[in-house]
């Protein structure tokens, strides 16, 4: 089972209960594996401390002119919808971070002057933190598209029982690559005006996708705006994790809030049964 | 020689537009025969990306010598040199005081780009 | 005209509410909401809405149902996965491709393979953007449409009419609420501006995503400073991000104390500033002294 955390707004705890998910699957003998979609800012290795196996570019393909085959026909130009390549005084002029690298420059080129050649966008992380599976996707800064590394990240993620997906805060395209093709999204958000209107624009982007999802609140008190949403939503809140200065503590510094206490580490396993992922105890 | 304006309307009175990318129109002189032709940049209006690339194109395949207008991107800048087309950045007024100041030779050649690029 | 954009690197560190105070002391600048598919400064400012526009976003592959022969070509040479043959049937076969908007960049490649010339790139309304009018003076803001791209487009379409409208009502300040992250909505946020207040939290990954965002206003020579929000959270992690800032070139500016005050504003609607006279209201405008005299001196 593939399940994403996801979230409207930023700091809402993404990364703090995909990670500690993770382990605690991890820990309970699942064959589980974490991804950081998060390429732009990726943290899940401050908590999870992998040891890294290996590490490895990630590369688009970009065009490239052999000028001897060239007849200046502009047809590249002409195909080019993001102005990536264009024909200007009889010769192509290559504009690669433009590039989305649909190789549809090199189909219209009637000599075969246009090949495809890598150009690189940032770096993959593969690796294990304890029994868990880890793989982190890394923008390189000045880049500015993510999906073509999100979708590297997703590429290089091996067969597991369970794979929890970290992904970027926000509703737009990084989100929807990192959340495409996840049996389940679990929205993670804070009872705040902020969070509660992006909330609603997390659940407009989850139901775009036709995907189940579910809620956890994070930073839970009294207010009951955010299980009044859910309610008329119909969207099951899965969890309620209270505002606990040893859980903001924990985080600051780094560590796993699953291996702070037994308690923490039972709420994780009572999450992960929540969500169809435990396993007989 | 032909010289190319940025405006923001079709003949010698419109006012230079300072935008070359999304310009609305280019005007196009020749300078030897006095001939004033204009052409709709309105396609790159709403261009998602690639609106200078696209206007440098347009403005080579004019055959243009040179290029007045306000500003050019970095991206416009480098289509625009591929296309040995000269660049004069910061130009006001209206498209006749434009290429009066560029026939007096009171313009400056740019060398590189007079504005940031967008995002990519 | 100066350009002050707010960012963070991580999200949720407390931009937003940040900026909101800034409009309460600076009382005379114009307000762009940058964090497109994520707004949220509307929600204090209460803007009223003077126009609206619609955002043209970038164009999708549409299939004709009637067309269409099931050869599945499109999708033999779509490099994105957005054809499937998911779509209904017609008099030749019960069942056509259909392309995913979700999935399609727009890229054409499979208009060109039809054999029947059965698709078509078509432009798409991507979202809307507003000019209105809050009680602290204009304010450009935008909703991004849902599960659409080319945010970077729409964030720069809210700043370039952020800045007409400065020249328009004689303002020579615009107040950017940047989006988190480095990628392509941050960098229209950046590109050209006068001044990038990161706004981090006492964690490693405030530390972390900070040095990311700091390399990208270096990338982009934007003059930086930094600000810990909460910092009495984690005083010792606080001055660690403060070092490391000092050590990147970067200008610390002051810190915000952590205060329920943030939250209980929020919920009535206020600023900081309006909200309350102490606390963590002090600290924004001690803040904001110093940010809008280093912006004096990027003036000059």
């Known amino acids: 089972m593939k399940i994403a955390i996801a979230s409207g707004k930023g700091g809402t705890g993404k ?42 570019p990630i590369t688009r393909p970009v065009p490239q002119v052999d000028a001897s085959l060239c007849n200046g026909c502009g047809a590249c130009g002409q195909a080019c919808q993001f102005s990536a390549i264009v024909c200007i005084g009889d010769k192509p002029l290559l504009f690669p971070k433009l590039c989305h690298s649909c190789g549809g420059c090199v189909r219209a080129c009637p000599t075969g002057a246009l090949s495809e050649v890598p150009r690189e966008i940032g770096t993959l992380r593969i690796g294990r933190s304890g029994q868990l599976g880890f793989i982190e996707g890394r923008l390189n800064v000045g880049e500015a598209m993510s999906p073509p590394a999100i979708r590297a990240v997703k590429a290089a993620a091996p067969v597991a029982d369970l794979t929890i997906i970290d992904a970027p805060p926000g509703t737009s395209c990084p989100v929807i ?61 899965l969890a309620e994790i209270p505002d606990v200065r040893s859980v903001a503590e924990a985080y600051s510094r780094g560590a796993l809030i699953a291996e702070l206490s037994p308690t923490y580490r039972e709420g994780m396993e009572c999450l992960l049964d929540a969500l169809g992922q435990g396993v007989a105890r | 020689m ?36 204009a052409v709709d940049n309105n396609v790159n209006l709403n261009a998602v990306q690639g609106a200078g690339i696209q206007a440098a194109q347009k403005v080579a ?41 560029f026939q007096a030779g009171q313009l400056k050649q740019a060398t590189a780009a007079s504005v940031e690029g967008h995002w990519l | 005209m100066k350009e002050l954009v707010v960012i963070s690197g991580k999200g949720g560190t407390g931009k937003t509410s940040v900026v909101a105070a800034f409009a309460s002391l600076a009382k005379r600048a114009i307000l762009a909401d940058c964090d497109v598919d994520a707004a949220d400064l509307h929600l204090v400012l209460e803007p009223e809405v003077l126009q609206r526009h619609d955002f043209i976003g970038g164009k999708k592959a549409r299939i004709d149902h009637e067309q269409c022969m099931s050869c599945g070509r499109c999708q033999a040479v779509c490099r994105f996965e957005a054809s499937s043959m998911t779509g209904p049937g017609n008099d030749l076969v019960s069942k056509t491709y259909r392309i995913d908007p979700l999935a399609c960049e727009g890229c054409g490649v499979c208009v060109g393979v039809c054999p029947v ?24 803001h935008a909703r991004l449409g849902v599960a659409a791209d080319n945010s970077g487009k729409l964030v720069s379409t809210v700043r370039t009419a952020a800045s007409d409208l400065a020249k328009q009502h004689g303002l020579g300040l615009v107040i950017v609420d940047g989006p988190p992250g480095i990628g392509c909505p941050v960098i229209a946020s950046l590109t050209g501006a006068s001044l990038a207040v990161v706004v981090t939290e006492p964690t490693l990954s405030g530390l972390h995503d900070l040095e990311r965002v700091a390399e990208l206003t270096r990338h982009f020579g934007i003059p930086t400073l930094v600000c810990v ?41 206020q600023t900081v500033i309006e909200h309350s006279a102490l606390g963590v209201s002090e600290d924004m ?8 005299a280093v912006l004096e001196v990027e003036r000059q």
């Open chain 1, 177 to 237: 690559e990192s959340v495409r093709g996840c049996d389940m999204v679990l929205l993670v958000t804070e009872p705040t005006p902020f969070g509660l209107n992006d909330l609603g624009l997390a659940v407009e982007m989850v139901s775009a996708m036709k995907l189940p999802m579910r809620v956890v609140i994070n930073r839970a008190g009294r207010d009951g705006k955010t299980r009044e949403f859910c309610d008329r939503n119909g969207i099951r809140i």
């Open chain 1, 15 to 56: 990364t703090t209960i995909a990670t500690n998910l993770a382990y605690a699957a991890a820990e309970q003998g699942r064959l589980a594996v974490y991804l950081d979609c998060d390429v732009e800012e990726p943290n899940g290795h401050i908590f999870l401390k992998p040891t890294v196996d290996e590490e490895r």
């Open chain 3, 285 to 292: 405008t001690k803040l904001w002294a110093t940010v809008s």
């Open chain 2, 2 to 37: 032909r010289i190319a304006v940025t405006a923001q309307g079709t003949d010698r009175e419109a006012k230079v537009d300072p935008r070359f990318g999304r310009a609305k129109y280019f005007v196009v002189v020749d300078t030897e025969s006095g001939q004033l032709e």
């Open chain 3, 229 to 269: 929000n909460k910092w009495d959270i984690n005083p010792d992690l606080t001055e660690r991000i403060e070092r490391q800032s000092v050590a990147m070139g970067l200008k610390v500016a002051g810190r915000l104390r952590y205060d329920g005050a943030v939250t209980a504003a929020q919920i009535l609607k």
């Open chain 2, 61 to 101: 395949a004019l055959r243009a010598d040179a290029v007045l207008t306000g500003n050019v991107g970095p991206k416009a800048f480098t289509a625009l040199q591929a296309g040995k087309v000269t660049v004069y950045v910061g130009v006001v007024g209206t498209v006749r005081e434009a290429l009066e100041k």
């Open chain 3, 117 to 140: 010339s059965a698709i078509a790139l078509e432009s798409t309304t991507a979202g809307e953007w507003f000019v209105s009018q809050t009680r602290y003076g204009p304010m450009v």
